[in-house]
């Protein structure tokens, strides 16, 4: 009989070399521990498969998929790896090991978690975020691997030593290389990919997969990071496959929509994929040559300048650096028509939000859209609370007049 290796604890050492830490996180079939090399005494982060998943062939095929493609991968917009192996495998005992993988630790936050706090992100910075993913994708596609599961959860943002930051691209566990024994891995009678972000050939399940499906993805994520809110939502996955199949083009923040940008974005998210640009570079070329006609200058936040509270507008450029809608959204009304209202006693006025205000007013209340909805009390559900009044009062009376 075999046996599986135990899952290690912080303080255990993994291949004699890499002390765990804490836990950082868990992916659907592994743990990632902060680690400390020991030979070197650099911080490291270590995703291990954990016992439960080491029965699952196509788990194992998988993760040695994402290592096999991860360290091909070399550009500074991804993740490194530096080592795997597996820990705890004992062949005379017939314990078998957990599969494990050494990456670079990153301090800081996915995009998603990122996001979430800082709602949406000024043209300028969107902008830069998209190029330096699309930086990561370049490379992955020229080598013919397509990702396939951009979505904000896999983009992580790292904070670095003085106060900038750096865009990494995560987890190419669902990647797909074009050969045929990486095609075979990948015809599991599953759609791979997160809804809000998938290409309509990926829902319906087409499986002559091309880089075009990353670029969809990379045009929903644009449109995200302006808007604060994803551009394909719905109470339902199924709602959300929906209207990447036959919903209308989602509509962009004004400054955008009827700008060089908006072309650009618009065909990423064509539906036909002969109608979007071919690859990550192809849209990188496309996405500069816009921002050059409207004279932006892409420029990635620094990791302080975008913290703050939901309900506030940050201004991340000086107020007289550019006429972006994000900036046109951040200036605050010139007159003072709330104070005038208060000191008549009226009840002031609050003024019309822009486009990208609006976005991010509905991104702040995202939480009350998909809170259960409050109980209403319709009329025949009030009849027959009055009905059971009056039966309990009868019953009540005939028990008194027994008693009697």
Sequence with gaps: MAYIAQMPNPDDVVDGRYKLGRPLGQGSYGNVFHATDLETGDEVAIKIIRP?????????????????????????????????GVHGDDPDHNVQG???LVMEYLDGQDLGHY??????????????????????????????????????????????????????????????????????LTRTDMVMGTPQIMAPEQITGQRDLTPAVDVYA?????????????????????????????????????????????DVIRR???????????DAAE??????????????????????????????????????????PANEADKEPEDH??????????????PAEPPVARARQEAVNLDDILAPPRPVVTPITLFYIVAAVILFGLIVGMVVAILR
């Design 283 to 324: 849209l990188t070329d496309a996405l500069r040559e816009a921002l050059a006609l409207m004279g932006i200058e892409p420029v990635l936040p620094t990791w302080d300048a975008m913290r703050g509270r939901k309900d506030e507008v940050i201004d991340l450029f000086d107020d007289d650096d550019d006429d972006s």
């Design 98 to 100: 957990l599969p494990f």
């Design 115 to 184: 996001l979430a706090e800082v709602i949406y992100l000024p043209l300028p910075a969107a902008a830069a975020v998209t190029l330096h993913v699309l930086a990561g994708l370049t490379e992955a596609h020229s080598q013919g691997i397509i990702h396939r599961d951009l979505k904000l959860e896999n983009i992580f943002v790292a904070r670095m030593d003085d106060g900038s930051i750096a865009v990494k691209l995560l987890d190419f566990g669902t990647v797909k290389a074009m050969s045929s024994e990486e095609e075979r």
């Design 268 to 278: 990423a998210l064509a539906r036909n994929a002969n109608d979007r640009y071919k």
């Design 337 to 350: 028509a709330e104070d005038k209202d208060q000191a008549e006693g009226t009840e002031p006025q609050p």
């Design 218 to 262: 990379v045009g929903c994520l644009c449109g995200h990071l302006l808007t604060g809110k994803p551009l394909f939502s719905g109470r339902t996955q199924l709602e959300v496959a929906q209207k990447h199949l036959t919903g209308p083009m989602p509509t962009l923040p004004l400054g955008v929509e009827d700008q060089p940008i908006g």
């Design 52 to 84: 439960v998943a080491m029965d699952q062939h196509k788990v194992i095929e998988r993760f040695a998929r994402e290592i096999s493609v991860a360290q091909k991968l070399k550009h500074p917009n991804t993740v490194s790896v530096f080592r795997h």
